[in-house]
């Protein structure tokens, strides 16, 4: 009888670190553990009205270690012992300046308080300036589109911007500053002992969809076109990286000091980190022709082709297309939608604010009010035709990623009238949520890029049969639930799997891993045939206002 052999996907998410313990031969969840971040939990460092959303690395430390040594605690101190890999997977683009060391500058004593010199995580969006001046570049640049397998767009939210304007914004840190490390490259280089710069192995992933990497110029891109958008990037490149590699490659070794910490064998395997859609893609069962929707506070959506169908494509207005990003051998190509879940978020508290105003040191009875609030508006809303509620609805509250980014743009509702019930509101918004996936694959089908079915991930799918019910019918196509809660874990954990040599590709991993499908969810073709319809007036409907709401 085989040794038992488990492996870690270890998931950094917006809110939390989670780590699942995976049993990598019979393809079963052993454990799983989430962490919090508590200063981000407390509101530290960020400031919601300009946009800026900062995480301190000590909470990616310290809820590193309660995730996996609680992980495996639930599963049986023995199972720590027979461990092989651990995979990384994190949110996106979310760099931090560093030192010499690969020291996150947060982490020294004279920067400990400083928002700069952490982690700017993804949904961070105070670089638009800074995206603009890189897109104008770009676009008027003699040799190259250096944004062209990036969506012909480059977003506030990405790596380039982000350090921009970082720079420009603090003159302390940029002096201190010696390089830039993508979240998702510095936790596997912390594990394995060295964070050093030019000693970290890149995420192919991160460099290739929010760097503009690619074999096509040489990797980064040249340093005459960094110094042209601003002379504050010059000498940056060198400091960077050229090589990238695939997650299925090992970043190094677990370290001595970190096996410690963690309770897991010294020298096993770390893989290359990648981004947390990615990672939840390939742990859904991604294929060909598959379109995997990671629904949570925003959505990311991915798409894998041959090369031999996306080669020579350049699918405008998405967040870039990277060889081997996904399932090295493939195009890994990315979208989503800078708010998804937030939408909902957002109208439960507008409704919930009397709540707060009026019950003041009633903790209890607010907490179990607004823990009602999108349940009841759900159970209300499914009692209504779509051709009911007379509104339609703009999902871009917190700007829009794809298609075409643009961070700029607010969220809109028409029809309202004095007969408009907050769940005709609630049904609206899920709707436009919908509505704006299902743009997302029109622009993926006109390029050429097939879609034909669509796997939703995270806790929405799980939580929510209407909104995925909704989200069948507006798209015209089946939409499964993937069977595990844990997606994002598990296809870290797969990688883990593949770079400890268990298993020689990922397809090997996703077949003797793979969780399967817990629900499809089938369109109403009357609702599909009113949601077509629909569809081409809120394309109408944004076309019409978005010089008016990038301005407000």
């Known amino acids: 009888m085989a040794k038992e052999k488990y492996v870690l996907g270890i998931d950094f998410g917006t809110d939390s670190v989670r ?12 454990s799983t553990h989430v962490a919090v971040f508590k200063r981000w939990s407390e509101g530290n460092f960020c400031d919601p009205e300009k946009n800026q959303f900062r995480q301190h690395p000590l909470d990616h430390i310290e809820s590193l270690i309660e995730s996996v040594t609680e992980a495996l605690d639930k599963a049986g101190k023995e199972k720590g012992r027979n461990v092989i890999g651990i995979g990384i997977d994190t949110t996106g683009s979310t760099p931090a300046p560093v030192d010499r060391d690969g020291n996150v500058l947060a982490l020294l004593d004279e920067f400990e308080a400083n928002p700069n010199a952490m982690f700017i995580l993804w949904k961070d969006h105070t670089a638009l300036r800074e995206a603009e001046e890189i897109n104008r570049a770009a676009k008027g640049w003699p040799e190259n589109d250096y944004t062209k397998y990036e969506g012909g767009v480059y977003s506030t939210e990405w790596f380039w911007s982000k350090i921009l304007h970082v720079l420009r914004e603090d003159k302390s840190v940029a002096e201190a500053a010696y390089s830039w490390v993508e979240h998702a490259d510095w936790v596997p280089a912390l594990l394995t002992g060295d964070t050093r710069p030019q000693k970290i192995k890149r995420s192919r992933c991160a460099a290739g969809h929010k760097a503009m990497w690619h074999t096509e110029w040489g990797g980064l891109p040249p340093e005459d076109f ?3 958008i601003d002379p504050m990037l010059s000498g940056l490149r060198e400091r960077l990286y050229t090589h990238t590699h695939t997650s299925d490659t090992k970043a190094g070794n677990l370290s001595g000091e970190w096996s410690q910490k963690l309770g897991l064998p010294e020298g096993i395997a770390v893989a290359v980190g990648a981004f ?26 991915i798409v894998v082709a041959p090369k031999a169908v996306a080669e020579g494509k350049l699918v405008a207005g998405i967040c870039g297309q990277v060889d081997g990003s996904v399932i090295p051998g493939m195009i890994g190509l990315e979208a989503g939608q800078s708010s998804f879940g937030d939408v909902y978020a957002w109208f439960r508290d507008i409704l919930y604010w009397p709540v707060e105003e009026l019950f003041e040191g009633q903790k209890e009875k607010k907490l179990h009010i607004l823990n009602q609030i999108i349940p009841r508006l759900t159970q209300e809303a499914e009692k209504i035709e779509p051709s009911q509620t007379g509104l339609l609805a703009l999902d871009w509250l917190n700007g829009r990623r794809t298609p075409y980014a643009d961070q700029a743009l607010k969220g809109a509702i028409a029809g309202l009238t004095l007969g408009t019930t907050a769940p005709k509101i609630f049904r609206a918004l899920v709707e436009a949520t919908a509505l704006g996936a299902q743009a997302i694959v029109e622009r993926f089908r006109d390029e050429g890029i097939d879609i034909e079915k669509v796997v939703g991930i995270g806790g929405i799918s799980q939580k929510s049969p209407f909104v995925m019910q ?7 196509m089946p939409v499964k639930v993937s069977a595990s809660q844990q997606s994002v874990a598990l296809g870290a954990a797969m990688f883990g799997a593949v770079a400890a040599g268990l298993y020689g590709d990922i397809k090997m991993a996703q077949q003797r891993m793979g969780s399967g499908f817990a629900a499809t969810y089938n369109p109403d073709k009357e609702r599909a045939a009113f949601y077509k319809e629909l569809y081409k007036k809120y394309r109408k409907l944004g076309a019409s206002l978005e010089d008016q709401l990038r301005e407000l």
């Open 226 to 228: 960094l110094k042209s």
């Open 470 to 476: 909704v989200l069948a019918d507006v798209m015209d």
């Open 19 to 30: 780590t699942v313990v995976m049993d990598a031969l019979g393809g079963k969840e052993v």
């Open 276 to 301: 947390d859609a990615h990672m939840g893609a390939v742990g859904a069962e991604i294929e060909e022709k598959t379109f995997v929707k990671i629904l949570g506070t925003s959505s990311c959506d």
